[in-house]
């Protein structure tokens, strides 16, 4: 199967519908030249109302943890973002649900297979962590971003971009100090080929 007609299948998937209190809307943005995949857990609300990934405060933190501008990171053929869910969960009590499991098991694998280029996968926040890692995950968010070379140089776990961990980002500057000028390098070096 082809990615194209792959994304097509995704796009037009309604397996979790049942489920939603709103129409399912998959997001997800790569194509064969992918070679930076950004993995989050699910889009939130506003991404499910535009249509686009990190359309919101989350995105503006991501691009510049990446050190791109808004332009290249929807355009250029070597970022693709591509959640562990493809459909916004929903929400209780103020939080996004988590991601059904339905999507990755119908859809992981096989987009995975279709993205042969892929050079270096972001995992943003624990449940792309725990989901992607399995039994190599380190026993919290905190651990698995101190443990950033780990995985290096295929996989790199960060803590999601979201307002919700400022809090943590503003207890651990070694982050900025450390991974995002070593992440800035390698994404830079993916543009460039």
């Known amino acids: 199967m082809t990615l194209e007609i792959l994304l097509a299948d995704i796009r037009a998937c309604r397996a979790c519908a049942p489920e939603l209190d709103h129409e399912p809307r998959p997001v997800v943005q790569v194509n064969p030249d992918t070679r930076l995949l950004i993995c989050g857990q699910a ?3 506003l991404v499910h109302e535009s249509g686009r990934s990190f ?8 691009r510049a943890w990446l050190g791109v501008d808004r332009s290249t990171f929807y355009t250029h053929p070597a970022i693709g973002i591509a959640a562990m869910a493809f459909c916004y969960p929903g929400t209780t009590a103020g939080a996004d649900n988590p991601p059904p499991a339905r999507c990755a098991r119908l859809w992981r694998k096989s987009l995975l297979a279709a993205l042969p280029k892929v050079e270096l996968t972001l995992l943003l926040g624990r449940p792309a962590q725990l989901w992607a890692l399995g039994a190599e995950a380190e026993g919290s968010m905190d651990a698995q971003v101190r443990a950033w070379a780990r995985h290096l140089p295929k996989v790199l776990c ?8 400022s809090a943590w980002l503003n207890r651990n500057r070694w982050f900025e100090e450390e991974v995002t000028p070593y992440l800035r390098l390698r994404v830079a070096e993916m543009l460039a080929r």
């Open 43 to 45: 889009p939130g609300r």
């Open 158 to 165: 960060l803590p999601h971009p979201s307002w919700r961990n």
């Open 55 to 62: 359309d919101d405060p989350s995105g503006e933190r991501l």
